[in-house]
């Protein structure tokens, strides 16, 4: 019997020892989007394992707060959101079951990627009467590559304050993303030089910052207002638009239907361009460069 | 002795949960300020190295997040009843006001006030629905809710009516209820059950003194009421869920004996993941079965079950229909038969306007047909609600 617990006694510190070090292999991090999952597999390598809740081809707008989401998060080192209200209708339910201090906003673990980001469409005042709008400015500043910079900069400092003893192995990381992106991005833009300041329409607003970088010129959109779904007077206000200017192109996310963006290129001799919001919008897109890389050829490719 | 040996267990799991977070906070603050003063040292040595990011103004975010989310929410319906004396009515059947905040690190707060349609009266009288503190900290997956709430008895009585897809909450909620389901004044524990499939599966016990209902009465002389709720979650596949509930509730009743229940839900839902907004379908059922002890040897054994199925057919379109059958708690004689028929239309998520329209059959007086035309609106942040 002594000998039994005496095993014991010996074996269990050894056993904890692998656990907390098992524990400490890799960072549990939760993700809204699948875009902040490949900025933080990125960054956090082969030392995090990154859950992204939303899908690539999914409304960001509007995820449903499933229990499983709360059993990840609350488990998670990190939680890492788009934040400007993009995710309020689904993030705080989840957050408010997770049972997890680290991951509370003002915790080590939470991280708001829109910290620093210059913003765009901030209002000055705010009203429902005018749809959807976000009071913080427009939320979909990850379609800028050169924001996701400082998206990875915010990832970066939550890693390096829950995880301090791998802050080299992440800076080196963060180094190499920001020189490929910064590398790429040049390429991007050199890609869709020759066709800067062309309109388009898009179907919701949510290309500001990718407008900005790569120079598309956004002049209505098939919603009357963000949120509300096209309406026929709306539809024909942009098809008269795109036949007296000459407008081509119609964008559109993975998550909209393109009957009504199908109707008014039909109508006013253009073509619809489905473009990727996220990561993992098709199997062609795996990781954030991927995003870029596909967007600007399929721009490319239809403004040719 | 009872609920004095409560509220000890009570004040003990808050201090545990309190000294637990502190001693966490401490930890991490220390860690947190020589990162911080690390950070600084290396930006300060970067800045005229590198160009600096240009940075958006970050006072307005920090001014509007202290504030408490506050939303009103106002029901209005216009009705036709077959029987009872006002036939055709339109009235403001309720309003509901919102204040919801995290209180500090370790807990937030909500509260919900409402100025509801009287039954008998027909006038608005304020009532207090929720206020509750919730800890956000607490070890070991818990979570502890202090107040007044909808206690976790099945899928639906913890929905405000307004969160419901249907006018009108099943039979089952108002027979052995009250119109608007059950509430409870006291401490609701929740604890993430861990498993070895790894599902969603959550505990929840509670312990307070009931608001009198059909079922339950608000105890003297210390007697208290309890109610336990285990919920298991599953994703089926991306677009489809199943939830399976089990439910339990024991309380002192109007005879002075007491009342047990026991309950069972079933939850399916289908969402298609990539067009969320456009398509979906639920499908929810509840058992209800309550033994109600009438006297030293007498008791009142009956149930009751509703099935509601709804699909959404456009972006803002849904129709919906729905089964009630439901006895009465003290009477196995009476009972209710309903069949409802639903159509909604959702212009935005902040408003809903639904017509309903009901065939109830009873065993005890005239059967009656009803419609019911209702509009939803808000106004604020009001918080989401759960899946």
């Known amino acids: 019997m002594m000998n039994k617990r005496a095993t014991l006694f010996l074996f269990l510190p050894v056993v904890c020892l692998l656990l907390s070090s098992s524990a400490l292999a890799q960072l549990k991090v939760v993700t809204t989007l699948t875009d902040l999952q490949s900025i933080t597999s990125l960054i956090g390598g082969d030392k995090v394992e990154v859950f992204a809740i939303a899908t690539g081809y999914q409304n960001p707008h509007f995820v449903d707060p499933k229990p499983s989401y709360i059993l990840k998060l609350s488990r998670a080192d990190v939680f890492v959101t788009v934040g400007l209200d993009l995710e309020i209708g689904w993030v705080p339910p989840l957050l408010n079951s997770a049972r997890n201090s680290r991951i509370q906003k003002g915790g080590d673990g939470y991280v708001d990627a829109s910290v620093n980001i210059p913003l765009l469409q901030v209002p000055t005042s705010a009203s429902r009467g005018q749809g959807d709008i976000h009071v913080f400015g427009n939320p979909h500043y990850w379609l800028d590559p050169q924001n996701g910079k400082i998206i990875a900069k915010n990832i970066f400092d939550a890693l390096v304050r829950v995880d301090p003893d791998r802050r080299s192995f992440?800076?080196?990381?963060?180094?190499?993303?920001?020189?490929?992106?910064d590398a790429k991005t040049r390429e991007w833009t050199e890609k869709l030089r020759p066709y800067a300041g062309t309109k388009v329409i898009a179907y919701h607003n949510e290309w500001p910052y990718f407008e900005q970088r790569f120079g598309l010129q956004i002049v209505d959109f098939l919603e009357p207002k963000p949120g509300i779904p096209p309406t026929p007077s709306q539809l024909l206000k942009v098809i008269n638009e795109?036949?007296?200017?000459?407008?081509?192109?119609?964008?559109?996310?993975?998550?909209?239907?393109?009957?009504?963006?199908?109707?008014?290129?039909?109508?006013?001799?253009?073509?619809?361009?489905?473009?990727?919001?996220?990561?993992?919008?098709?199997e062609k897109i795996k990781t954030y460069y991927d995003l870029f890389e596909y967007n600007t050829s399929q721009l490319l490719e239809a403004l040719r | 002795m009872i609920f004095y040996r409560t509220i000890s267990v009570i004040l003990v799991l808050h201090c545990v949960a309190l000294a637990g977070a502190e001693a966490q906070q401490t930890d991490s603050s220390t860690v947190a300020?020589?990162?911080?003063?690390?950070?600084?040292?290396?930006?300060?040595?970067?800045?005229?190295?590198?160009?600096?990011?240009?940075?958006?103004?970050?006072?307005?975010?920090?001014?509007?997040?202290?504030?408490?989310?506050?939303?009103?929410?106002?029901?209005?319906?216009?009705?036709?009843?077959?029987?009872?004396?006002?036939?055709?009515?339109?009235?403001?059947?309720?309003?509901?006001?919102?204040?919801?905040?995290?209180?500090?690190?370790?807990?937030?707060?909500?509260?919900?006030?409402?100025?509801?349609?009287?039954?008998?009266?027909?006038?608005?009288?304020?009532?207090?629905?929720?206020?509750?503190?919730?800890?956000?900290?607490?070890?070991?997956?818990?979570?502890?809710?202090?107040?007044?709430?909808?206690?976790?008895?099945?899928?639906?009585?913890?929905?405000?009516?307004?969160?419901?897809?249907?006018?009108d909450f099943p039979k089952l909620t108002e027979n052995y209820f009250s119109p608007e389901g059950m509430f409870m004044e006291g401490a609701s524990v929740s604890w993430l059950v861990p498993n070895p499939y790894d599902f969603f599966q959550e505990l929840s016990l509670e312990i307070g003194r009931i608001e009198s209902n059909a079922s339950l009465v608000r105890g003297e002389n210390g007697q208290l009421s309890y109610v336990g709720h285990l919920k298991n979650f599953f994703d089926l596949t991306q677009n489809s869920t199943l939830e399976l509930g089990f439910s339990g509730a024991n309380g002192p009743n109007q005879t002075g004996f007491s009342s047990t229940m026991g309950g069972v839900d079933l939850t399916y839902k289908w969402k298609p993941v990539q067009y969320n907004v456009l398509q979906s379908f639920t499908w929810q059922s509840e058992l209800l079965f309550s033994n109600v002890r009438l006297g030293e040897t007498t008791a009142a054994k009956t149930h009751g079950v509703y099935s509601l199925a709804e699909y959404q057919f456009a972006q803002r379109w849904f129709v919906g229909a729905r089964y009630d059958y439901s006895q009465y708690p003290d009477d196995v004689g009476r009972r209710d038969v309903a069949g409802t028929v639903l159509f909604r239309f959702q212009p935005t998520e902040f408003q809903i306007l639904a017509l309903e329209y009901q065939y109830t059959d009873r065993n005890y007086d005239r059967n009656s047909q009803g419609v019911i035309f209702r509009i939803i609106f808000g106004i604020g942040t009001h918080a989401a609600h759960q899946y």
């Open chain 1, 170 to 181: 992440y800076e080196a990381n963060l180094k190499k993303f920001n020189e490929t992106i």
């Open chain 1, 242 to 282: 795109m036949k007296r200017d000459h407008i081509k192109i119609i964008i559109i996310s993975p998550y909209f239907t393109t009957e009504s963006a199908d109707m008014v290129a039909r109508n006013a001799g253009g073509k619809v361009v489905t473009i990727a919001t996220s990561v993992g919008a098709n």
């Open chain 2, 33 to 167: 300020d020589s990162l911080l003063l690390l950070q600084l040292q290396r930006s300060m040595q970067q800045a005229a190295a590198t160009p600096t990011i240009q940075q958006a103004p970050a006072a307005p975010r920090s001014t509007l997040s202290t504030n408490p989310d506050l939303s009103a929410i106002g029901d209005f319906r216009s009705s036709y009843v077959s029987v009872g004396k006002r036939k055709i009515d339109l009235y403001l059947n309720q309003l509901e006001f919102q204040v919801s905040s995290v209180v500090d690190p370790y807990a937030r707060a909500d509260f919900m006030f409402s100025y509801g349609k009287d039954l008998n009266t027909g006038e608005l009288a304020p009532g207090l629905e929720i206020a509750t503190l919730t800890s956000t900290s607490l070890p070991y997956q818990l979570q502890l809710a202090l107040g007044k709430f909808k206690p976790a008895f099945g899928k639906i009585n913890i929905l405000h009516p307004h969160a419901f897809s249907f006018v």
